[in-house]
């Protein structure tokens, strides 16, 4: 297992999509599974989703945004260095069955945890409808990969610089007003899943959330990742990370999510409350 | 076998022992004062995470405490040793000046002896059965100290043996989990001849000795110390590996894996269930003591965050509770208590982590109980809810039931909350393997004299099977299971239908 980085490619400035050998992790996976890499020997352990696997040339696909030091750590190696710590695959898979049709709703660096999902609704048969956004046109990312696997793609865009202008539910809206929607997905900032959330709940849309919550050891082991789901204390990366959206208390979710709150609160409200 | 009376007897027999007897009288052994372990100062300590506090024993020390033990016909103490060491025989090879001598014969039966040196409950263990405690009312032989110091004595010289090893059968064995119980499975294995490797979830080897207890009574440098002996007699290590989700059994058993030795451990965290308990600033001692020992969290060149709490409340009376309030003075609390629902008289903690922690300046809060937390506009913890508790009937455990006092509520100040209310045993391992006997507490079923489990080629000891015990019954546990696997296996391969 040697996690060497074959493929580097940049979505954006601060969006990169790695391609990495690791064999078994990349035969074990799941669609909706997550890895926790680690970065030199001092470096701190962080969860990135699998965006995508191939077991024959037994590599995986993670896409990073870099947000702070670990990602810009990641972000900062080269084609032919090695990840130093990479462990997985973790997490619940998805539960993926033919249900009929699926809204796939991803925010942001979201919609590359959200890409394996969106793949392996439709190959199990289901319509899918996927609802892409970002604030700016260059924050779109795997829009053609999603495309491949959806049978619809609504883009949206906060400052209209591509697809729709406006938020997220806005484009979640319009596609549950014209059909019955069985299941709905939602991936991306936290902020944005609480408001998909809503959405999907008048509704009475079964709906899953993934979450990013704050890690450490991904195993169970400390509690670091818990939320609260219907009542009840859960830890996202073993009971996880995906739970029943309309159970999740997401304003503890956001609260935990700690330190950079104040920023993101910053952004976020600028985001959805414009 | 170090049991067995015939054994021990003709090892007492031999000439050293018996010219060693006859130089020193019973009575002047006896009249000796037991040993005290150089400790560095409280004040200096608690400045520093990674000092030890215990210092260990001079050689002079050693030779004379050695010299208490009368080395008795009928030496309890080994009875009172979850791993049977021969314990005469080692303490009189320190009288001797064979330090490496008893060293061997530490190895004989312990993996790992400059860990238990440390970390286990002597004195609830051989110690309490020592002549002098039981037939005396005296100080027992400080056997614990004599362990360190061979063991510790044996490294510094750096003509560590090397156990021998059979020659290699070429039999593939692994364990999941790289915790003692593991450990010394691997080491018993991989001396039978068979091709051992261990498979570790973690980036580091060692389990609880490496992420949870602290650098002040256990440094990493003697665990990897100890596993480097391990490499050297050829067991595998694998690093961020989860059997189960890297890898499943059955890919393993078609890599030729033909038996399992399960010691994952009871690592899950448990929590109180009460009001605000979620808010940040509130974690599990499992994720303060990882950040801190694993990730070197208090390092300034580490990327791992801890906080640095002025005024920590600990939760608990066991290891772990001490372990966490200890490290939180140490990375700077004005104020470092400990809240425990019962008494002094019941915490499971070892009597020197408790003694320690006073001497350190750690706040006793016994017989009271959190209730609720409150935090500030940014989620962030600033005070607690208590109540007081009295002792009433005793419970299942034995131990006086806490019940709570009407009208005894208090709050309290704090900004970091640790819970070291104890853990439940991992589910990954039982949640892959339907066939796997558990217990509703989750443990793993196995026979008790084999540690086989429902599973005919999976054996299991150490905290998945015993919910939580210590160092040394984990690593005795993995010894009785590499005894009977390789028997197991040994029929196994004489009766080769079996194998597929
Ligand atoms: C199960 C799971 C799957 C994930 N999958 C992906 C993925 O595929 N791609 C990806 O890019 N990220 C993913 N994340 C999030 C990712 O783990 C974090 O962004 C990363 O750990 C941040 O580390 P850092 O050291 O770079 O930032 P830090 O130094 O920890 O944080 C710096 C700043 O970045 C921001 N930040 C940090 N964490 C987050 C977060 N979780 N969400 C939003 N902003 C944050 C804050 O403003 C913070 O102050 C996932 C998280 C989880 C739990
Ligand atoms: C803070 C603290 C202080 C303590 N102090 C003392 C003390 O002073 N004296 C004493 O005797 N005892 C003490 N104990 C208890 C003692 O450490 C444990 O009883 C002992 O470590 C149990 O050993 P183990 O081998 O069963 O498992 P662990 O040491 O728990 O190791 C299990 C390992 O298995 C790994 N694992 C789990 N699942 C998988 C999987 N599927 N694949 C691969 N790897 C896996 C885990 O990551 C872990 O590293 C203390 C415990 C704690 C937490
Ligand atoms: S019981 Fe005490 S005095 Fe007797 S052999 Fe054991 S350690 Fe020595
Ligand atoms: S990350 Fe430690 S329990 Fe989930």
Request: hydrophobic share 40%.
């Amino acid at each position: 297992m040697s996690n060497k980085i074959i493929e580097k490619e940049y979505f954006s400035d601060k969006v990169i999509r790695f391609v990495v050998e690791n064999q078994k992790i990349s035969r074990s996976r799941k669609a909706g599974n997550f890895v926790i890499l680690k970065i030199g020997e001092k470096g701190e352990r962080f969860p990135l989703t699998i965006a995508d696997a191939d077991p024959v040339k037994g590599t995986i696909t993670l896409v990073v945004q870099i947000v702070g030091v670990s990602s810009a750590k990641l972000a900062a190696l080269e084609i032919g260095d090695c990840i130093t710590d990479l462990v997985g695959p973790l997490g619940k898979p998805t539960d993926i069955e033919l249900k009929g049709t699926i809204l796939a709703c991803g925010g942001g660096v979201g919609v590359a945890p959200l890409l394996p999902i969106v793949e392996a609704f439709k190959k199990a048969g289901n319509r899918v409808v996927s609802v892409i956004a970002a604030r700016s046109k260059d924050l779109i990312i795997l829009e053609d990969q999603i495309r491949k696997w959806s049978d619809e793609v609504i883009v949206m865009t906060d400052d209209g610089s591509y697809g729709r202008q406006g938020l997220i539910t806005a484009g979640m809206e319009e596609v549950i007003q014209r059909e019955k929607i069985d299941e709905c997905i939602v991936i991306g900032p936290a902020i944005m899943m609480k408001f998909a959330s809503l959405t999907t709940k008048k509704y009475s849309i079964p709906t899953q959330a993934s979450l990013n919550s704050i890690m450490v050891d991904g195993t169970g082991m400390c509690g670091a990742c818990r939320v609260t789901v219907g009542g009840k204390t859960r830890f996202t990366c073993v009971d996880g990370p995906e739970f029943d959206a309309h159970e999740i208390d997401f304003d503890e979710m956001l609260m935990r999510l700690g330190g950079y709150r104040a920023e993101e609160a910053v952004a976020s409200n600028k985001y959805f409350q414009k | 076998m170090s049991l067995d009376p015939e054994y021990l007897k003709s090892e007492r027999s031999q000439e050293w022992r018996t010219a060693l007897r006859s130089k020193i009288k019973n009575k002047e052994r006896t009249a000796i004062q037991r040993v005290h372990m150089p400790e560095q100062a409280p004040e200096v300590r608690v400045k520093y995470q990674d000092r030890e506090v215990n210092l260990g024993i001079t050689a002079e020390m050693a030779a004379l405490e050695a010299s208490r033990c009368m080395d008795c016909v009928t030496p309890t103490c080994i009875e009172g040793c979850p791993v049977n060491i021969n314990i005469p025989k080692f303490i009189k090879l320190i009288e001797n000046g064979d330090i490496l001598g008893a060293a061997a014969t530490l190895k004989e039966t312990n993996a790992l002896p400059a860990v238990c040196g440390r970390v286990c409950p002597q004195e609830k263990q051989c110690e309490s059965r020592c002549f002098y405690v039981e037939k005396m009312n005296l100080n027992s032989v400080a056997i614990g100290h004599l362990e360190r110091f061979a063991a510790d004595f044996e490294r510094a010289s750096g003509t560590s043996n090397i156990p021998k090893t059979a020659a290699p059968n070429g039999i593939k064995v692994a364990t999941v989990g790289s915790g003692p119980a593991a450990l010394s499975f691997a080491g018993d294995m991989v001396k039978y001849g068979y091709d051992v490797t261990v498979f570790e979830a973690l980036h580091e080897i060692g389990g609880v000795l490496k992420y949870g207890i602290p650098e002040f009574r256990l440094p990493n440098s003697i665990v990897d110390f100890e596993l480097d002996n391990l490499k050297k007699m050829g067991v595998k290590f694998e690093t961020n590996f989860i059997v189960g989700r890297t890898a499943s059994f059955d890919d393993l058993r078609e890599e030729g894996y033909q038996a399992f030795f399960i010691g994952s451990g009871a690592g899950l965290p448990r929590f109180m269930d009460i009001a605000g308990e979620n808010y940040n600033g509130i974690l599990s001692s499992n994720e303060y003591l990882t950040r801190v020992n694993l990730m070197g969290a208090n390092s300034d060149n580490s990327d791992t965050p801890v906080i640095k709490g002025k005024r920590v409340a600990v939760i608990g009376g066991g290891n772990t509770a001490m372990d966490s309030v200890r490290t939180a003075l140490r990375l700077g609390a004005d104020r470092a208590m400990i809240i425990y629902r019962r008494s002094e008289a019941e915490m499971p903690a070892r009597i020197e982590e408790v003694k320690h922690a006073k001497e350190e300046g750690v706040e006793f809060m016994n017989l009271c109980n959190p209730l609720e937390y409150f935090a500030d506009e940014k989620g962030m913890v600033n005070r607690m809810r208590l109540n007081r508790m009295g002792l009433g009937e005793p419970d299942a455990s034995g131990r006086r039931r806490p019940v709570p006092i009407d009208g005894s509520e208090f709050e309290l100040d704090v900004d970091l909350v640790i819970v070291a209310v104890g853990v439940s045993p991992n589910p990954l391992v039982p949640s892959c393997l339907p066939d796997l006997k558990i217990t509703k507490w989750g443990t793993i079923v196995v026979e008790e004299e084999k540690m086989q489990s429902s599973i005919e080629e999976m054996f299991a000891g150490g905290d998945i099977v015993r919910g939580g015990a210590t160092v040394i019954l984990a690593m005795g546990d993995g010894r009785k299971a590499a005894e009977n696997m390789h028997e197991y296996l040994q029929k196994k391969v004489s009766n080769p239908t079996k194998i597929n």
